[in-house]
Nanobody, 124 residues
């Protein structure tokens, strides 16, 4: 079992930046691939970014590529999502997810462990 808690959401104007953080506790954090998903209002949960257990490999949804950066610190059991050049369509609840051998997965069904989510609202 691993427990995940997101933080860092808020209200920001278009073009601005936010940094989300996800703190993990429980089993060995460094064993888990991690990812960020988001769920816009009235829509399904969608993949945003993922990172390998070591932090050495990352992958992104096309909609955020070049604007968002995922990173992890295995000494602090945290994963972060730096979001730049935010757009109103980035408005969503953002979730941190984890699972073993999950690197490369983009569907929510591929992850067993989830945080409670943090709201990001981008105003135009």
């Amino acid at each position: 079992q691993v427990q995940l808690v997101e933080s860092g959401g808020g209200l920001v104007q278009a073009g601005g930046s936010l940094r989300l953080s996800c703190a993990a506790s429980g089993r060995t954090f460094s064993s888990y691939a991690m990812a960020w998903f988001r769920q816009p209002p009235g829509k399904d949960r969608e993949f945003v970014a993922g990172v390998s257990w070591s932090g050495g490999s990352t992958y992104y949804a096309d909609s955020v590529k070049g604007r968002f950066t995922i990173s992890r610190d295995n000494t602090k059991d945290t994963v972060a999502l730096q979001m730049n050049s935010l757009k109103p369509q980035d408005t969503a609840v953002y979730y941190c997810a984890a699972d073993l051998d999950a690197y490369g997965r983009i569907h929510p069904e591929g992850f067993d462990y989830w945080g409670q989510g943090t709201q990001v609202t981008v105003s135009s």
